[in-house]
């Protein structure tokens, strides 16, 4: 049944025998907000301009995904480092602020270093017996600078951008390189995402799809009526923490990184 949690497949599993489970051999995750935490930018921003770094962090990050959208849309590609800066000015520029250009660029440079998620490695170790790859927006240099930094180089086995297609996800162009570069069909691929546009996307492609709910309906629910004002960063998690209403639900769904060995150890099984 696509669209339920694990915990409830779990519990289902229990009652009625599992139907034939996929036949995953490659396992693909999504690089920014689902092994690297985008959050972690906040620190950089914040020193940058004291006291506004959470706004400059969840509008950089909501900007960036939109011209990622409009570029796919009028066909006006360009690679994600130059989106990422351009997302950078358009956020400084909000603010009536300036940023020099060496600062600008070490602004921009805390996309090269974010932070894994701390039960990243832990999960990627555990899943060694798959394939393991990214498929990302991001361009070829941002990616390999972002894995090597994290050490994340020897777990990686394929690191995809979708340069090579010249569009974003979701478009479905970008989907179809995970099979050009692994040689693995969309029956044989988990594909992990925290992303609601990305999981609707890999789902209406055809991929089995995992998501990484790291913020529940009901906490942010929570979250939002009891705060005294809603701010950026309560505006991001209600923005692009959330699954879409699209029809694509995905197979499963676990709350974090560390979850997915589990899921694995139970060979996906799918309940009646």
Do not use: C
Request: glycine share 6%; proline share 5%.
């Amino acid at each position: 049944m696509r669209g339920t949690s694990f915990m409830t497949q779990r519990s289902s599993m229990n009652k009625a025998p599992a139907i034939e489970a996929p036949s995953i051999k490659a396992i693909v995750f999504d690089a920014y907000g689902t092994l690297y935490d985008v959050q972690s930018v906040e620190s950089v921003t914040d020193a940058a301009f004291p006291g506004y770094g959470a706004f400059i962090t969840q509008v950089w990050r909501l900007k960036q995904l939109e011209y990622t959208w409009l570029r796919s849309m009028m066909g006006k590609y360009e690679d994600f480092w130059t989106i990422t800066k351009d997302a950078l000015a358009f956020t400084i520029e909000t603010l009536g602020f300036r940023a020099e250009a060496a600062l600008f660029e070490k602004i921009a440079e805390a996309y090269n270093t974010l932070a894994p998620y701390p039960d990243a490695e832990a999960a990627l170790r555990s899943l060694s017996s798959y394939h393991l790859a990214i498929l990302s927006n991001g361009s070829p240099p941002m990616l390999r600078t972002l894995v090597r930094n994290s050490g994340f180089e020897s777990l990686i086995k394929t690191v995809i951008s979708v340069d090579a297609k010249k569009v974003f996800k979701p478009d479905p162009r970008a989907y179809t390189l995970v099979e050009e570069e692994t040689g693995f069909t969309p029956e044989n691929v988990l594909f992990v995402s925290s992303n609601g546009f990305d999981i609707s996307g890999a789902r209406s492609f055809g991929f089995h799809v995992a998501r990484i709910e790291r913020v529940t309906r009901a906490a942010l629910r929570a979250e939002l009526t009891d705060a005294e004002r809603i701010g950026s960063a309560r505006m991001f998690k209600a923005l692009r923490t959330q699954a879409e209403h699209l029809g694509f639900p995905p197979d499963f769904v676990v709350n974090s990184l560390g979850d997915l060995p589990a899921l694995v150890s139970r060979g996906f099984a799918l309940p009646r």
